[in-house]
T-cell receptor, first 112, second 112 residues
């Protein structure tokens, strides 16, 4: 069953605007990851945030994690048409050797 | 891109025929995974491997079997394909379950 659930399912914005996607999960985690998938391609890892971290940055990406609310957000600043893709969160289990569980993703469309 | 390839990239087969998909990696990662991706369901884990000859079931393992006789190869077999197995199949690798996964380009399988 899906652990992480992204919200919204789809998001359409203008180029230059910021895009925020959210992920909620059910059980305790060691870390949470975000991935991007361009149409017809495999997923690409973007960023990993550990359960003891609250915020992490990578270029135009900002990820926050609130373990008390079991939620994470991915912010893409100054979006570009090339950011058009689906974005997935993935969570591991607290116990070791548990494979990641992926959410259903948020489809982001950035209009030029 | 991580050295991970999938073959074939596209396949059309008839109901009831056996099908084998191959995943090959050159990264020497311990873990290998098979996922299927369907609209509305996101990415779902079929089987994974944590070493040569060591495999375990995922969320949607019924109708699928896997084998890993070498570190670099992970095979997914549909013993008797059904139309419900029409999907895009992704292979992924990782050094550990909690680390980032690297995905292959995918195999689009159509069962008629």
């Amino acid at each position: 069953s899906q652990q992480g659930e992204e919200d919204p399912q789809a998001l359409s914005i203008q180029e230059g605007e910021n895009a925020t996607m959210n992920c909620s999960y059910k059980t305790s985690i060691n870390n949470l990851q975000w991935y991007r998938q361009n149409s017809g391609r495999g997923l690409v890892h973007l960023i990993l945030i550990r359960s003891n971290e609250r915020e992490k940055h990578s270029g135009r990406l900002r990820v926050t994690l609130d373990t008390s609310k079991k939620s994470s957000s991915l912010l893409i600043t100054a979006s570009r048409a090339a950011d058009t893709a689906s974005y997935f969160c993935a969570t591991d289990g607290r116990s070791g050797n548990t494979p990641l569980v992926f959410g259903k993703g948020t489809r982001l469309s950035v209009i030029a | 891109d991580a050295g991970i390839t999938q073959s074939p990239r596209h396949k059309v087969t008839e109901t009831g025929t056996p099908v084998t998909l191959r995943c090959h990696q050159t990264e020497n990662h311990r873990y290998m995974y098979w996922y299927r991706q369907d609209p509305g369901h996101g990415l779902r884990l079929i089987h994974y491997s944590y070493g040569v000859k060591d495999t375990d079931k995922g969320e949607v393992s019924d109708g699928y079997s896997v084998s890993r006789s070498k570190t670099e190869d992970f095979l997914l077999t549909l013993e008797s394909a059904t139309s419900s197995q029409t999907s895009v199949y992704f292979c992924a690798i990782s050094e550990a379950t909690e680390f980032e996964q690297y995905f292959g380009p995918g195999t689009r399988l159509t069962v008629t």
